[in-house]
């Protein structure tokens, strides 16, 4: 059973930055696509940002293009979510999520697929 647990979230001020990790278990990481998606507080959840199986591909919500950075890392099984330039609209609840569909090998998007989950980490920016 592939588990995945992130870290990396907390407090920050705007314009601040933080790098979340999603650390996988259970299986190889370079099985998965991997995306990133987020949930704010009344809000429904979000598509963030995603990797192709074969990391060659990445995609980005358009709200957080030239912030936001995905990657992996496949000898530690752990991918990675570098924000920059967070605004306190980005404050959230961070998820990320595997899948196996055969159409993200060499792209992804942050739709549906996602069969499994992290129990997410809290961001939030606020001064």
């Known amino acids: 059973q592939l588990q995945l647990v992130e870290s990396g979230g907390g407090l920050v001020q705007p314009g601040g930055s933080l790098r979340l990790s999603c650390r996988v278990s259970g299986s190889t990481l370079n099985y998965y696509a991997i995306g990133w998606f987020r949930q704010a507080p009344g809000k429904e959840r979000e598509g963030v940002s995603c990797?192709?199986?074969?990391?060659?591909?990445?995609n980005y919500a358009d709200s957080v293009k030239g912030r936001f950075t995905i990657s992996r890392d496949i000898g530690k099984n752990t991918a990675y979510l570098q924000m920059n330039s967070l605004k306190p609209e980005d404050t959230a609840i961070y998820y990320c999520?595997?899948?196996?569909?055969?159409?993200?090998?060499?792209?992804?998007?942050?739709?549906?697929?996602?069969?499994?989950w992290g129990q997410g980490t809290q961001v939030t920016v606020s001064s």
């Open positions: 990797i192709s199986r074969n990391g060659g591909s990445t």
């Open positions: 999520a595997a899948s196996l569909l055969s159409t993200f090998q060499a792209m992804c998007t942050m739709s549906s697929g996602y069969r499994y």
